[in-house]
């Protein structure tokens, strides 16, 4: 029996430390989204490796409505899709009601549909720091431990 693997098989999938990675032609794809629709605005950022992109737009009900456009528009605007994710990374407050909430739907979904793990963040769980970045999200949930696939949002009132 070879050790080769079949040259037909160009994708795979793999399980490593809880992070999917998604194998396709020899490139490691570990491209995380992060979401912050909480605050005044609706803010959006890709992270790929060795580099970050971002897009704000107005926290209105129109946008909320169309956030999966939004959401695909910015990723496809980076030549990316939303398979070519990992990891997402949502603002569950505390903040906007109705932003909370279609952001946390949204995730949901995806996380439904295409089993990409969510992190629901707040800023208060990163405990001491003063500045925040987005960038900096992914790492502040290892570090914070924020659990993953669990929502717990906090509202405004």
């Keep these: 029996m070879s050790d080769k693997i079949p040259l037909s098989f160009e994708k795979y999938l793999l399980l490593f430390s809880s992070?999917?990675?998604?194998v396709e032609n020899n490139i490691i794809h570990m491209n995380k989204l992060i979401i912050d629709a909480a605050r005044d605005e609706i803010f959006l950022m890709v992270i790929i490796p060795n580099?970050?992109?971002?897009i704000i737009h107005d926290n209105t009900k129109a946008n909320f409505e169309k956030?999966?456009?939004l959401i695909n528009d910015f990723l496809n605007s980076?030549?990316?899709k939303i398979n070519n994710i990992s990891k997402i990374y949502v603002n569950r407050g505390p903040g906007s009601f109705a932003g909370i909430r279609n952001?946390?739907?949204?995730v949901k979904a995806i996380h439904l549909?295409?089993?990409i793990d969510y992190y629901c963040y707040s800023m208060g769980d990163f405990e001491g720091l003063k500045k925040i970045e987005y960038k900096n999200i992914p790492n502040l949930c290892d570090k914070f431990k924020v659990k993953k696939n669990l929502i717990n949002p906090i509202y405004i009132s």
């Design 67 to 69: 956030m999966v456009i």
């Design 78 to 80: 980076k030549d990316l």
């Design 19 to 22: 992070e999917l990675i998604l």
């Design 103 to 106: 952001s946390l739907s949204i």
């Design 113 to 115: 549909a295409m089993r």
């Design 51 to 54: 580099d970050y992109y971002y």
